[in-house]
């Protein structure tokens, strides 16, 4: 029995390809992190990654997984050893756009060499070597967030103060009146 897509983008086939490393990622990768104390596996990171396809099911565009477990994670982390075989996994959507498959390798790659946390320096340091691309240059960032919407209750903003309708396209729900600019 086939499993039913779920998630955002399940209705994306897996290819048949590996996913491949975007040109000059690991370089510009590398280069930021020099001088950065907590990228401890970055002198191996480079031979240690393993690329693979997240399922098309999976909600997330990507994923960095070390396989020695967190006990040994911790300990080579504090040792600054060797970090052993690190997979990262990216969803096959993200083909349909090379700037956000660049950012989310990259994202994933600052992981992979140490930053294992979501801080303000991985932060710093992805939107220095491949920032996010705008929703208005992303059409995967278009879909997933026309996906959000069409299954959202509310469809269409009202003003109660003039009348005003307009449909939404934004997730969160807005502050002012796009007609009379009253809060709403």
Same mark, same amino acid.
């Given at each position: ?13 897996? /290819? ?11 370089? $510009? ?12 596996? !970055? ?19 990507? !994923?960095?997984?070390?396989?020695? %477990? ?12 060797? /970090?052993?075989?690190?997979?990262? %996994? ?8 090379? !700037?956000? =498959?660049? @950012?989310?390798? *990259? @994202? $994933?790659?600052? #992981?992979?060499? %140490? ?6 320096? #991985? ?8 920032? !996010? /691309? ?13 996906? *959000? ?6 469809? #269409? ?6 009348? =005003? ?5 934004? *997730?969160?729900? /807005? ?10």
């Amino acid at each position: 029995m086939a499993e039913k897509n779920s998630g955002l983008l399940g209705d994306i086939e897996i /290819p048949k390809k590996p996913p491949h490393i975007p040109e000059g990622a690991i370089v $510009e990768s590398l280069a930021a992190l020099s001088g950065i104390t907590e990228a401890v596996f !970055m002198p191996w990171i480079e031979d240690r990654i393993k690329l693979i396809w997240l399922d098309s099911n999976d909600d997330r565009l990507g !994923m960095t997984r070390f396989e020695e %477990g967190s006990g040994e994670l911790n300990r080579r982390k504090r040792l600054r050893l060797d /970090p052993g075989e690190v997979t990262i %996994g990216l969803h096959p959507a993200l083909l349909e756009d090379e !700037m956000l =498959y660049k @950012h989310t390798f *990259v @994202h $994933e790659f600052l #992981h992979a060499s %140490g930053l294992t946390l979501h801080s303000k320096k #991985h932060d710093e340091l992805t939107k220095l070597v491949a920032p !996010m /691309p705008k929703l208005r240059d992303s059409p995967l960032l278009q879909r997933m967030r026309d996906s *959000v919407l069409g299954g959202l209750k509310v469809q #269409h903003w009202e003003c109660k103060h003039c009348g =005003y309708t307009w449909n939404r396209t934004t *997730v969160k729900k /807005p502050t002012r009146c796009h007609k009379c600019a009253r809060p709403l």
